[in-house]
């Protein structure tokens, strides 16, 4: 009934929530630990109570029945060895392996229901299985590193592998230190080529620090925000201003602003048009906005670098104080920025991470930033691996006479496979990640 052969089953006790087995060890020949004499007796016994796997629906609780037994050598009593059971946590071994694996796919609630335990158990089990993991887990170092952040509760670093698009990472906070710690530990850390970040000064300290043959790039997309951002302001400065019909209709048409003016419509044309005419500040924050973005529009990096300062210089002294945080990123920023155009990196698929994390958290009802980060490392399913060895393609049959060449030339040997060529795992793949949790695969609580 238990498929545990170390065990004789004497009874069994069924109600309509429980099995209640109770065993025995089969009987053995004991040793003493203490000095190893087989000259030993019985000293007692007494009944301990594990649980096991669930069965038919129902907590199944295992009571065994332990020997004590006193040796007769050195005198010292001693309890007879438990196989299969984990004396720590009162359960089979086999049951804490499937509770570690269930807490990273099901609620830590549904599983404590289904065990019979209560949920702080499966929490510290869920621990320790994630600490285990952790142990165990390796990613590949990538070649275009991407270093941005997500908020949980505070900002929190993600490491990415911008060319296959997965996470390789979740560090608890941006610090310095922190980030440091982690790109230090990186196998073959020597093969980054590029990273990609937002402008946070440790990102580029650490890089520098540990990564000094990689070229650091801001990603395009955080300073772009900064032009939207600065034309937000100036609309929000002029809404405040305006008769209430205005306002709504400003704050309704807010979305065209933002547009990039090729992207749109006839209407959305009019409407621009309409609100540059009643109010040239905020047409003028438009153009510097949309002359801002053709900087990136430049097909190398000298025309952007003449863009920009022909853009710096068209900065009426009215925009000058919303648009001045673009100003100064440049001038700290200067070269990281301007490496986007030899090497056309983003982070884009780190970015939109950060909504669905925001997504995930509130599906979890608030999980820990350790039950999260664990959810989204190790869950099956969202992890991308390769093979090291390449597949199979089928070759070209322009040829054929120089394939024939080939194939006279071949061993008939038997093959030699090489088996040190581990499975590579690339991280959790932001796409597949996606997937599941719009189709609702993703582990809730």
Known sequence: ?????????????????????????EAERVACPHCRSLKVHRWGTREL????????????????????????????????????????????????????????????????????????TIRNIFRDYVNELEAQFEVETPKW???????????RCVVANIESKTIVNILPDRNKKTVV?????????????YVTMDMWAP??????????????????FHVLRMANTAMEQIRKGLRSSLPIRQRR??????????????????????????????HPALGEAYRLKEDFFAIYDAPSKIEAQRRYHAWEGSIGQTMRSAFSPIVTAWGNWHNEILSYFDHPITNAYTESLNNLIRVMNRIGRGYSFEALRAKILFTEGPSKHESARPKFERVSRREPFIAMRAMSALSYDVPIWDDDEPERNLGVDIPRLVEMIESGRFPAE
């Not at 498929?3 to 065993?23: G, M």
């Not at 669930?54 to 060895?81: D, I, L, S, W």
């Not at 979305?255 to 009019?270: C, D, M, P, V």
Request: hydrophobic residues 40%.
């Open 1 to 25: 009934m238990l498929s545990l052969p170390q065990y004789r089953v004497l009874k069994v006790d069924e109600n309509e929530h429980d099995y209640h087995i109770f065993t025995e060890i």
């Open 49 to 120: 109570l594990f649980k096991d796997l669930p069965m038919h629906g129902k907590h199944v609780g295992m009571y065994v029945r332990a020997r004590r037994m006193r040796c007769e050598e050195c005198g010292r009593t001693f309890q007879e060895n438990l196989p299969a059971l984990a004396e720590k946590r009162l359960m089979t071994h086999r049951l804490v392996r499937w509770i570690g694996q269930q807490s990273l796919k099901r609620p830590f609630t549904s599983v404590a229901e289904e065990v019979g335990v209560d949920e702080g």
């Open 145 to 155: 590193l991407g270093i941005d952040e997500i908020h949980i509760v505070r900002p």
């Open 181 to 193: 710690s982690y790109l230090s530990t990186l196998p073959q850390r020597k093969r980054v080529r």
């Open 203 to 220: 990102y580029r300290d650490a890089s520098r620090a540990v990564l000094p043959q990689a070229t650091a790039i801001v990603d395009k």
């Open 249 to 278: 209709g400003l704050m309704h048409d807010r979305f065209i602003l933002l547009k990039r003016e090729h992207e749109l419509t006839a209407q959305e044309r009019f409407l621009l048009d309409n609100w540059r005419s009643l």
